[in-house]
Nanobody
């Protein structure tokens, strides 16, 4: 049974940093493209960052324009974990952040294609 478990969310002041983690189990992690999405209150879930499976161009990454230069996605295949380092946080980054996985996926694919999802972790950025 595949499970994705997010952690690391919380309340932070604007300009601060958080690191989210997503621990995966029940899958061959290195074969999965991983991504972070977020959903703000009353809005649709949107792509934040993605990292390809290990065999795809060295695990290329992609980011939403709104987070480029502030967020960094990385993976540790030995720990079966994907991270999202979030710096220079803004109030508009407030959302529930979800981890997603799909086999042999690149750095950015359609949300509808991701087969596995975590339950989400809340990030609140106070102004």
């Amino acid at each position: 049974q595949v499970q994705l478990v997010e952690s690391g969310g919380g309340l932070v002041q604007a300009g601060g940093s958080l690191r989210l983690s997503c621990a995966a189990s029940g899958l061959t992690f290195s074969n999965y493209g991983m991504a972070w999405f977020r959903q703000a209150p009353g809005k649709e879930r949107v792509f934040v960052a993605g990292i390809a499976w290990t065999g795809w161009a060295g695990g290329n990454t992609d980011y939403a324009d709104s987070v480029k230069g502030r967020f960094t996605i990385a993976r540790d295949n030995t720990k079966k974990t994907v991270y999202l380092q979030m710096n220079s946080l803004k109030p508009e980054d407030t959302a529930v952040y979800f981890c997603a996985a799909n086999m042999f996926a690149g750095g950015r694919i359609s949300e509808k294609v991701y087969r596995y999802w975590g339950q989400g972790t809340q990030v609140t950025v106070a102004s």
